[in-house]
């Protein structure tokens, strides 16, 4: 199957199966979500979801959060993965968003990346959630699924899936279509052990191809 017939095979799939694919962090604005993204890397949105309400509640604004130490802020994220590091990168990035950007998040993707704790995962994220940028966000979900189905090919990096989905994807569906890789990872094609009965990329998929092979050869 040409790389192009795949992508469009599985685009036409997920538009049929999750015409509706959001963000699952609870947030109410730009500044919500920037530190709900923070808090989520190498953790679930069910435990950030769980975190944040009190979080929000003791800081609801990026000047109160700018008041706040890191020690301050760890004891309200403290069931969060790595909460040490990730409560000094909110404390920073707060300072920062008040001191040169008069607490709003830049909608500008280079100049989000200057904010302590935000890498160019989490800048994606926010420019297509927020302002619906033509960009694709890539977490390890969206960087397994799209090596297994085969949409990215070779891709040693996230940058390198990125680039490769970017140039694929049509531009307008870019926003959609990394959330369409995050559900499909989180919920079917999970790391372990993927569900491939469940799941309705199967006949476009290389890995559920290349190991029904396997099972044919040793059957």
């Not at 962090?25 to 993204?37: C, I, K, R, S, W």
């Not at 990730?86 to 989000?112: C, H, Q, T």
């Not at 569906?173 to 559900?183: D, E, G, V």
């Not at 476009?204 to 050869?217: G, P, T």
């Amino acid at each position: 199957m040409r790389r192009e017939e795949r992508y469009k095979a599985v685009i036409d799939y997920f538009e049929q199966a999750m015409p509706v694919a959001e963000s699952e962090l609870d947030f109410e604005n730009p500044y919500q979500l920037l530190v709900a993204v923070i808090l989520s890397a190498q953790c679930t949105d069910k435990r950030v979801n769980l975190t944040t309400p009190a979080l929000f509640k003791a800081y609801p604004t990026p000047f109160d959060l700018a008041k706040a130490s890191a020690e301050d802020i760890y004891e309200y994220i403290r069931s969060i993965s790595y909460p040490n590091n990730k409560a000094k990168n909110l404390a920073a990035m707060a300072r920062m968003l008040v001191a040169e950007f008069g607490g709003e998040v830049p909608s500008d993707i280079e100049e989000m990346m200057r904010l302590p704790g935000v890498g160019r995962k989490t800048a994606n994220v926010m420019g297509a959630v927020i302002w619906n940028k033509e960009v694709m966000p890539v977490d390890t979900h969206v960087f397994r699924v799209s090596a297994r189905i085969g949409l990215s090919v070779g891709a040693k990096t996230p940058r390198a899936t990125e680039l490769q989905l970017e140039k694929y994807i049509p531009s307008h569906l870019l926003p959609k279509a990394h959330h369409w890789l995050i559900l499909h990872g989180r919920y079917t094609c999970i790391a372990r052990k993927p569900k491939c009965d469940e799941c309705g990329l199967t006949q476009w998929c290389k890995h559920f191809q290349s190991r029904s092979k396997k099972l044919e050869v040793k059957g």
